[in-house]
């Protein structure tokens, strides 16, 4: 009889699904709920080899962030000396680029997968998340014939981007990137995974690429001048919109905002429920009265929670370790330092949100959350603010999203907060500790 290979005592490893260069994917089963999984194995020696271990940190902090139907979604990360395991949904129905193999879609069914498409993409920018390699290979389908988008490894955060406020790696599938990545001027990623969007499209409808070449290079002038053709089967209404996505000018290529307007897109179009990556421990509860509950319980306390230094200089610093990313608790957010009591802190982030008509809500003695009174993009922004002695007179107060439009978020913590608390901080948050650039490596870096 076979031996059963069980990780960490609650997955049970079953075949080979597939595999890449540095991993290896093999179906899983959850022993204690019987739920099928994918499990995505990782030579951790092999990707620092490579120069590797930036994109996989990369890959698990954006797929902790982008929670959505139609994203393929990362259970939980662990890890040994050795290996990392990303345990995964599993998909089932295998990858769209086999269904568009075997020749075009009929435009109902196109229209359904671009719909979803656009949804999720519009949930990863709401995140500051920019996929940046949008092709059918890394589209799945799932049992109900749903898409799910997966492969996060070279996507960015708002913290990738330069000075400049653009992206400057190139990378992405020839036949799918824009035009403004291959200028290597830099870039808007959300504008360009809208134009990998419009490829999507394409291939759909007509069963073949836009743009075709055996020589590479004469591909890339037919993306530069967005030199196509459509095919006299695809609809006048479809060929209109594919018309506004491929264009090579980014700042006049439609947004998804105005792509959800269309009519052609609109037949038929339900918006899918997001949902948020933290476990709700109750749901029957209301937010005041879980931080009822939280707060009867806990132990009454006269200081902050105190940080260790190690821990303080690595969340101050603009880098993360892989460590912190296996903890429940992943610590994101906006920091500063300051020389003010604990108390003096709370009472003027406390006076500064009421100035702002935010809900303040008391978690423990040194956190509270605040929550906008008016709907946001993605439902209420909702913020925690949380005090951590350091030192004798040096405080770090955190803030970060619990909850609501991370756009609308960042806009609170530059344009509210910075300007309204300038006066009791000491200094924020990679202001003078390091700049990086969008592939992760550190320029200019300073000592703390």
């Known amino acids: 009889m076979e031996e059963r290979h069980v990780l960490f005592d609650k997955y049970e490893m079953g075949r080979l699904l597939g595999m890449g ?18 499990i995505k194995v990782i030579n951790k020696d ?8 930036e994109q996989i940190k990369r890959e698990i902090s954006v797929m902790r962030l982008v929670r959505h139907p139609n994203i393929v979604e990362l259970k939980e990360v662990l890890a040994t000396k050795s290996k ?108 360009a995974d809208i134009w990998s969007c419009g490829v999507i499209l394409y291939v759909l409808l007509a069963g073949f690429l836009p743009f075709r070449d055996e020589n590479v290079m004469k591909m890339y002038r037919q993306i530069f001048k967005a030199e196509f053709e459509c095919p006299p089967w695809i609809s006048t209404e479809a060929k209109r919109l594919i018309s506004r996505l491929l264009v090579s000018d980014p700042e006049r290529r439609i947004t998804i905002p105005a792509i959800t307007r269309v009519p052609w897109f609109r037949k038929g179009f339900t918006r899918p429920l997001a949902f948020s990556f933290q476990a709700i421990s109750n749901p029957e509860k209301t937010e005041e009265e879980e931080d009822e509950a939280l707060s009867a319980v806990m132990a009454k306390v006269s200081s902050p929670k105190f940080f260790n230094a190690f821990e303080f200089i690595s969340s101050m610093s603009s880098g993360f370790d892989l460590s912190n990313l296996f903890e429940n608790k992943k610590k994101t957010g906006s920091m500063f330092t300051s020389k003010f009591s604990a108390s003096a802190i709370m009472n003027k982030i406390e006076a500064v949100a009421k100035g702002l008509n935010f809900k303040v809500s008391k978690v423990k003695d ?74 992760g490596e550190n320029e200019n870096q300073t000592s703390l």
């Not at 395991?85 to 269904?99: C, P, Q, S, T």
């Not at 949804?119 to 799945?140: T, Y």
């Not at 000075?163 to 990545?181: K, M, N, R, S």
Request: a neutral charge; proline letters at 3%.
């Open 21 to 38: 260069t540095f991993a290896k994917v093999y179906y899983g089963k959850n022993l204690a709920t019987g739920e099928s999984v994918a």
């Open 46 to 53: 092999q990707v620092k080899k490579e120069g590797m271990m």
């Open 84 to 191: 990392i395991f990303f345990v995964m949904e599993y998909v089932r129905g295998g990858e769209l680029f086999a269904k568009v193999a075997k020749g075009k879609l009929k435009e109902d069914v196109a229209r359904k997968y671009f719909q979803q498409l656009t949804s999720a993409v519009d949930f990863c920018h709401s995140r500051g998340v920019c996929h940046r390699d949008l092709k059918p290979e890394n589209l799945l389908l799932d049992e109900n014939g749903d898409l799910k988008i997966s492969d996060f490894g070279l996507s960015a955060l708002p913290e990738h981007l330069r000075i400049d406020g653009l992206l400057h790696t190139q990378c992405g599938t020839p036949a799918y990137v824009a035009p403004e990545v291959l200028r290597k001027k830099g870039y808007d990623g959300s504008r």
């Open 366 to 439: 040194f956190k509270m959350r605040l929550q906008c009174p008016l709907e946001g993009r993605k439902g209420r922004l909702s913020i925690t603010a949380e005090v951590f002695e350091v030192a004798l007179d040096v405080a770090v107060v955190e803030f970060s999203k619990s909850a609501g439009d991370t756009l609308e978020y960042a806009k609170f913590c530059d344009e509210d907060v910075r300007p309204a608390l300038k006066d009791i901080v000491w200094t924020w948050q990679g202001d003078t500790v390091c700049s990086r650039n969008d592939s």
